[in-house]
Every structure is written in structure tokens, then in C-alpha cells.
């Protein structure tokens, strides 16, 4: 049985979508070993599930779908640029959550409450609203000029984009780099 790779996300739209676009161009500059979001892929991720059978992702879009449904729309501001780990050796970088980051916060924690009992257990790690803007490479922590520039946009105002709805992605992996399909759409109440 075919599985399929599959996480729940908000897509970046509007505003936040053009200037994590414009985060990323001032940050290409500074290293050349950085792995940057494909423009098309820009999302916050709310849950990674894995390789999922067809019932499975069935049963995650249903849960998905209800849970979305018992939530009101807010606007989302994107604010602050980052690293994983830290700024000084980053290995993931991002765009923060300013307002809106706790009504993210309380979706995610509803959806992973919803699909608990389907064997998804909740990350150990409490959840940070971010938009990954791209990764660093192996053996690399970018370089003391990317550091530098991390640190200049730690204030940064990415604007707010209403956030209408959750989607569940599948993402298939190529040379190129994941390509993401909608498996389904959950509105927000």
C-alpha cells in the first residue's frame, strides 16, 4: 500500500507571503548554503505526520476539517526573523508569529488533540509559530555575515494576513525539492 507524506499547515498569503519573499532576498546575499522555501511552499506548519495510508490521511482531513470548523478567522502578523537553533548557528530559518500567535497556538494544539488518538502524539517541544524561509546546509552554519544580518531583522515587520482556513498537504519529494498538493481544505468557522 502506497503512503503518502503528509502535514497540516496555513499557507502564507498577502502580505506575509511578499515579504517573506523579501527576507529571503536579503538574506540570500550573505551565504550561498542556504536551501531557500520555494516561493510556492511558503506555510506555517501547525503539524508533520509522516507517511500516511490512504485511511489514515482520510481520517486526519476529516478530524482536521471539524476541529478547523469550531475556530473563528484572525488575522496573523508575521514579526521577527530567526533561527533554529539560535541566530548564531542556525540550521532553520524563519520568519516569526507576532499578534495572532496565540488564537495559532490554540489551533494547533485543537488539531493535535483531534488527531491523538489516531497514534499522532504531541511534540515534546512546545510549539513555535514560524514560517521556514529555508535551511542551512550540512557542515555549515551560514557564516558570520548571515549571523549579522539575522540579527539586524530580529524587529522585522512582515505585515498580518487573515488566516481563513487549515490545509492538509501531501509533499512529494523530488530532486528539485518538495512539491505540495492539497489533500484538503478545513475552513475556519
Known amino acids: 500500500m502506497a503512503k503518502t507524506r503528509t502535514f497540516i499547515a496555513v499557507e502564507a498569503v498577502d502580505q506575509v507571503h511578499a515579504s517573506a519573499l523579501g ?20 506555510h506555517w506548519t501547525l503539524h508533520f505526520l509522516g507517511d500516511l495510508g490512504d485511511v489514515e490521511m482520510a481520517e486526519v482531513c476529516l478530524r482536521t476539517v471539524r476541529t478547523a470548523a469550531k475556530h473563528e478567522g484572525f488575522t496573523l502578523e508575521a514579526r521577527g526573523v530567526g533561527a ?12 516569526g508569529a507576532g499578534e495572532g500567535h496565540e488564537q495559532l497556538c490554540d489551533l494547533q494544539a485543537d488539531i493535535e488533540r483531534a488527531i491523538e488518538s489516531l497514534g499522532f502524539r504531541a511534540e515534546r517541544r512546545q510549539f ?15 557564516g558570520s555575515l548571515l549571523t549579522e ?10 505585515g498580518a494576513m487573515g488566516v ?21 481544505r478545513a475552513p475556519l468557522g
Open 23 to 42: 527576507v529571503i532576498d536579503r538574506l540570500r546575499s550573505a551565504t550561498d548554503n542556504v536551501k531557500w522555501v520555494e516561493p510556492d511552499n511558503l
Open 84 to 95: 533554529f537553533p539560535t541566530i548564531e548557528r542556525p540550521r532553520a530559518l524563519w520568519l
Open 128 to 142: 513555535v509559530p514560524h514560517l521556514t524561509l529555508g535551511r542551512v546546509g550540512q557542515g555549515s552554519h551560514g
Open 149 to 158: 544580518r539575522l540579527e539586524k531583522l530580529t524587529d522585522f515587520d512582515g
Open 164 to 184: 481563513d482556513s487549515v490545509t492538509v498537504y501531501a509533499s512529494e519529494l523530488t530532486r528539485e525539492g518538495p512539491t505540495y498538493h492539497v489533500l484538503a
